[in-house]
């Protein structure tokens, strides 16, 4: 099919993939791959993911392999991104659920960075890891946060944030009703 629809997409997706296109190669200088991609979209204009996850994985695209930068995997991608349907499509096709990016996390940490509620429930149901420790300034597992250490701290920061917002916009319409008194 010819076009920008999803089916236009997926077929020219499988032409590449014919054609001899490498799955496993680098994109975004480094920061991703095709199916790190995959893993990540939310873009209506994109096949569904699962369907543009299992043509690349079909196509030997290995959903271990870390990208160069940064060391993602593509279940670490789908964990950041809420994509619960494809996180669990990766770990039924094989996919380690206790790997770690360059800096330690897993996917449980990125869907606790992220707050993805359902993405940490579904990787606790699979069996992650609860207790497993980002990687310390040594290099160990002994020193970093765990998945819930990291949530408590991002929901500290929007809680700052939220309120910081709450306090500006009370003294900013303050300072409008002083001035509309006088």
Not at 79 to 87: D, F, I, K
Not at 151 to 179: D, H, L, M, N
Request: proline share 5%; charged share 20%.
């Amino acid at each position: 099919p010819e076009g920008f629809g999803p089916d236009a997409m997926l077929g020219a997706v499988r032409l590449l993939l014919e054609a001899g296109a490498s799955v496993d190669l680098p994109v975004r200088g480094g920061n991703s791959k095709a199916l790190n991609e995959a893993c990540a979209s939310d873009n209506p204009r994109l096949p569904p993911r699962t369907a543009l996850v299992d043509l690349l994985l079909d196509a030997r695209a290995d959903p271990d392999l870390g990208t160069e930068i940064g060391g993602w995997t593509a279940l670490q991608t789908a964990a950041e991104y809420g994509n619960v349907h494809v996180l669990l499509q990766l770990l039924e096709r094989g996919a380690q659920l206790e790997l770690a990016d360059a800096n330690g996390r897993t996917a449980l940490h990125w869907a606790a960075i992220r707050s993805q509620p359902t993405t940490l429930s579904a990787l606790l149901h699979c069996g992650a890891d609860p207790s497993a420790r980002m990687t310390g300034t040594d290099g160990s597992r002994s020193g970093g946060p765990t998945a819930l250490e990291l949530a408590e701290w991002e929901a500290r920061i929007t809680c700052r944030t939220e309120t910081a917002g709450v306090a500006k916009a009370s003294s900013t319409s303050a300072a409008a009703s002083s001035s509309l008194a006088d």
